[in-house]
């Protein structure tokens, strides 16, 4: 208790310091009202009689106030900060005549607090009521401080809590107890008693409705709808963020309060599934988290997640380097990041580094004051898949039975099903399946009963992968079946044409493991149609992304949606191809690698913008439900796709078998061959020596390395069907690492030729894109130029077609002339009708003009550098004029999005004469993401392009033998392909496969 000073009761407004100002009284029931400075403070006086009490009221506008009292003249001090926003109270009671001082301080450097204060009535005598008011206060100070600090100890602050709701309570003051209550349930929630803390929040909610506190109300309505989403309650996550969204709506100034539970909304999406409307709802939340910096890591995380549950690791990784670059060094959510690259080592493969950041990240975790249960059960879990996949299968147990322990304590049911899926896993790998039935079966019934569709795919796929191991096939086939079907609904949903392309390939083995089994049920009973099924799924599992592109040809991807998100998306595409050109610049020079790391990072981030706005753009014009339309069946691809003279290859490399199948218009023989391990071991080593044209001392060293390889390689793919292959032409559907053979230069298992002496072979995408295809063809015009040339851009400042040449200062041009581009140019031209063709030589071989002046051409030929990225598919394009006839920089790729995005054409044929321009990046089903695919779905019936490094010289030689083929003889693309490389052989320097088995015809043959 404090003494008081004589006089009557009154507010006493003091700005910056007392020494300052004079006091004035102001009469009880008027208000006053101020602004608390980022560096000022201010204070309010009450001078009390002897046994007095009065209770001052603060309402915390816009900022978090801390106030702190003094008792003068030997009162003492102490301080109340009970709410982040919403009224403070301070109780204050005097034994003899006291001046009580407050001062009013922000609780972090805020422009412009702003605070009303006032006597909630008249001071009257001090009564027990004061007391359990003065108690509650310094109580639920204390458990906020405890609370709120990530050292401090949540036992002791829910003890403090629990006392100031007794406290409250008994002084009848509902604002207390609500307010209170829901700390107490952001505590339980914090401790993952996700039951306790519902109750709290529900008493919070009782207590606090009637008072009109509409910011409380719809900030526990956001929490609730939190808990639930931990839980796995879909519907109810929903129910509570939607009342929390719309109070926040209706609330002026609560623009971040709505874009924190936007964030938590996007958590509840990612969880159940639905990436697109996770993504989308992300990134709608980010701009004003990132301006208010609150919560902006966690989104930052989040959209990791994403990106990582949709089969994206390099995306997911940027997104937590992001997030590690925005937390400080002693930041406790570090350790949770370990755990997210930990988990992406784990998804490529890397079983070692998931095991040491997984064991960092529990000892970090474990090392804290206040172990959070569901982040160290989150650690065990991910440390016990490392192990798993290291065959260290009684330590992984060991550590998911932990986690699962932890799980189920703390009530986080999902949780605990995805430990027991992992449970299931070990079992099964152990062998025992009755105790790994038992857990999948009980993760499966969790999953399927919340609506956890990707989740429920995966226990599918583990429970299909028991049954076979059992030799149950019949069910096995039920839960492929299923995983399948939820994983293809799932994929509807996902918008944007990687992210698609990339989830699909993430659930590749679900279509190969039911490969397998229908394979199995055929060698069971041959007649029952099984071995046609499982070419029917390895067709509807083929380069869908590509058929969703080719159906949307025609169709403005822009329509109806909104200009704003339109720019962005120009605004991302000009962002990356400056950062690009800076990557490739700074790369060019010896220097400190920092700007070159800087530079990375920001060409990554413009390529994730320009993924995330086509994902967007793509969602808003109603495109992500397209499944890439009906699936065609067997007798479709007979009827419709090969002929008399044609056979259809499908490979389909699997574990621990792959499959080929053999298709005619009369009957299909399917064989079974090596294991796609076997098979890519054998494929990788020859296409290691094809990359390095025979040279140095013993080229013949090099001959005898491709011809004991390609032979190896041949007796595994081509001898087990080549009795099947009794026509000429041969349209061939690769499948893993050997869609970059080129197969027209293996021999032939009977008479040692290459396969080209034998068969015209032409690469098709599927089947499906062949019929597709054929249907644009048959109904769009035809093409009224005959060709288009583009070749012999200006790529150095020091060109001599520049009048001025540029001083040769900074970084080294990324590309040197072609010196045979232009004969190359001449020698097409010479063949065809130079007055109706188009032809870009030079300076005029830019960007703008290919995308305004090559769509009317039936050929479209480029003769230039060219960059295949396997990582950043966008980042693949054709390198046209870098500098325009003054010798300014201008910007010369013309990259894979506006290949895909702005380039209408109407051409047979695409012939692109540079370096690997039918490879990029490989992605399991869908095929090779790359520039031969970008100008497939731009509108090109076919296109001859490179699987690797093609030299100028041979490269030449080979052009001049192609257009000779196909203008002197008239001989179809690819047909006249075959005939160039023919001739190729027969000459003595580029006899070796490695000079003419590079390009391929890539289409539609006919």
């Not at 499959?659 to 090596?674: K, T």
């Not at 769009?780 to 005959?786: I, L």
């Amino acid at each position: 208790m404090h003494r008081r000073l004589a006089g009557c009761a009154g507010i006493v407004l003091v700005t910056h310091s007392l020494a300052m100002c004079s006091a004035s009284g102001i009469e009880t029931g008027r208000h006053v009202q101020g602004v608390v400075g980022p560096e000022g403070t201010q204070v309010l006086q009450l001078d009390l009689a002897a046994n007095q009490a009065a209770r001052l009221l603060v309402e915390q506008i816009g900022a978090d106030l801390v106030l702190t009292v003094q008792a003068d003249p030997d009162g003492g001090s102490w301080a109340i900060d009970m709410r982040e926003r919403g009224r403070e109270s301070v109780t204050l009671i005097a034994n003899s005549p006291t001046r009580f001082s407050v001062t009013l301080t922000t609780k972090a450097p805020t422009a412009g607090a702003r605070y009303e204060a006032y006597l909630e009535g008249a001071p009257g005598h001090a009564s027990e009521r004061d007391q359990k008011f003065m108690e509650a206060e310094l109580l639920e100070t204390k458990g906020k401080a405890l609370a709120t600090d990530p050292r401090g100890s949540k036992l002791d602050a829910e003890q403090a809590l629990l006392g100031a709701a007794r406290h409250w309570q008994a002084a009848g003051d509902p604002t207390g107890q609500g307010t209170t209550a829901a700390r107490l349930g952001d505590i339980q929630f914090s401790r993952g008693q996700f039951g306790e803390a519902i109750e709290f929040y529900h008493d919070a909610v009782t207590h606090l409705s009637p008072l009109n506190v509409p910011h409380q109300i719809a900030a526990i309505e956001n929490n609730l709808g939190a808990v639930y989403e931990q839980l796995g309650s879909f519907d109810d996550a929903r129910r509570h963020f939607s009342a929390a969204l719309n109070a926040w709506a209706a609330q002026p100034g609560a623009e971040v309060d709505h874009a924190i539970t936007r964030a938590n909304e996007g958590a509840m999406y990612l969880r159940f599934g639905d990436y697109h409307a996770a993504l989308s709802t992300y990134l709608a939340a980010l701009p004003q988290l990132e301006k208010s910096n609150r919560l902006n890591p966690a989104v930052l995380n989040n959209i990791g997640m994403v990106y990582r549950t949709m089969g994206d690791p390099d995306a997911a990784e940027r997104y937590f380097e992001r997030t590690l670059e925005s937390l400080p060094d002693s930041h406790p959510r570090r350790a949770h990041l370990r755990l997210r690259i930990a988990q992406v080592a784990l998804d490529r493969g890397d079983a070692v580094a998931a095991e040491r950041e997984s064991a960092a990240a529990l000892t970090q975790i474990r090392s804290g004051t206040n172990v959070d249960p569901i982040a160290e059960a989150d650690a065990l879990g991910l440390y016990g898949q490392a192990l798993t996949n290291l065959g260290r299968m009684d330590e992984a147990l060991a550590s998911h039975q932990q986690s699962l322990k932890l799980y189920e304590s703390a009530g986080a049911r999902r949780n605990a099903a995805s430990a027991r899926h992992e449970i299931g896993i070990v079992y099964r790998r152990r062998g025992r399946v009755v105790a790994a039935r038992q857990a999948l079966n009980h993760a499966l019934k969790f999953r399927q009963s919340i609506g956890l569709r990707d989740a429920e795919a995966e226990t599918q796929y583990e429970l299909g992968l028991l049954e076979a191991q059992t030799a149950r096939l019949r069910e096995a086939g039920v839960h492929f079946s299923a995983a399948i079907e939820l994983a293809e609904g799932i994929r509807g949903r996902v918008a944007g044409e990687y992210s698609r392309a990339a989830y699909s390939a993430a659930r590749h083995r679900y279509f190969t493991a039911y490969v397998d089994v229908l394979m199995r049920m055929h060698a069971r009973s041959p007649g029952l149609g099984f071995a046609d099924r499982a070419f029917e799924l390895v067709e509807r599992q083929q380069a869908r992304g590509l058929t969703d592109l080719l159906r949307d040809s025609g169709v403005d991807a822009k329509a109806g949606v909104d200009p704003a998100l339109v720019e962005r998306g120009r605004l991302a595409q000009r962002q990356l191809d400056f950062w690009a050109g800076q990557v490739a610049r700074l790369s060019n020079q010896p220097a400190d690698a920092a700007p070159e790391t800087a530079a990375a990072a920001k060409m990554t981030d413009a390529i994730l913008s320009l993924r995330e706005i086509d994902g967007l753009i793509r969602g808003s014009a109603g495109r992500t439900e397209r499944d890439g339309g009906p699936d065609i069946t067997l007798r479709d691809v007979q009827r419709r796709v090969v002929g008399s003279d044609t056979r259809l290859v499908t490979y389909s490399l699997g574990e621990p078998r792959s499959y080929a199948w053999v298709v005619a218009p009369d009957r299909v023989r399917v064989m079974e061959l090596a294991s796609r391990s076997r098979i890519e071991a054998v494929a990788g080593r020859l296409l290691s020596v094809l990359r390095e044209p025979p040279s140095g001392t013993n080229p013949q060293r090099s001959v005898e390395d491709f011809n004991r390889l390609a032979s190896a390689l041949s007796g595994l793919v081509i001898a087990p069907i080549r009795p099947w292959l009794d026509t000429e032409h041969v349209l061939l559907v690769a499948d893993g690492i050997l869609q970059s053979i080129p197969f027209a230069a293996l021999p032939d298992p009977g008479d040692g030729e290459p396969l080209l002496e034998h068969f015209q072979i032409a690469i098709a995408p599927s089947a499906s894109t062949i019929l597709i295809q054929r249907e644009r063809l048959s109904q769009r015009p035809r093409a009224t130029r005959p060709i288009a040339v583009v070749a012999d851009a200006v790529y150095e400042r020091a060109d001599p077609r520049i009048r001025r040449q540029a001083p040769p200062v900074g970084a080294p041009d990324q590309f040197g002339r072609l010196m045979l581009a232009q004969a190359e140019a001449d020698w097409i031209l010479r063949l065809t009708d130079r007055r109706s063709s188009f032809r870009a030589l030079g300076f005029q071989a830019n960007v703008d003009a290919v995308l305004d002046n090559v769509g009317d051409s039936r050929i479209v030929h480029f003769a230039a550098h060219a960059i295949a990225n396997d990582v950043w598919p966008e980042l693949s394009g054709i390198a046209l004029s870098m500098y325009d006839s003054r010798g300014q920089p201008r910007e010369g790729m013309l990259r894979l999005h506006q290949i895909t995005g702005a380039l209408d054409l109407r051409a047979e044929l695409v012939v692109l004469s540079a370096c690997s321009t039918a490879d990029g990046r490989h992605l399991a089903g869908e095929g090779v993401i790359g520039l031969a695919r970008g100008f497939l779905a731009a509108g090109a019936s076919s296109v001859i392009g490179s699987l690797n490094t093609v030299l100028e010289e041979p490269t030449f030689e080979f052009m001049k033998a192609l257009y000779s083929a196909m203008f002197d003889r008239g001989l179809p693309p690819a047909t006249a392909l075959r005939e160039a490389q023919r001739s190729m052989r027969r000459q003595g320097r580029f006899s070796h496969p490695s000079y003419w088995s590079a390009f391929v015809f890539i289409g539609d043959p006919r």
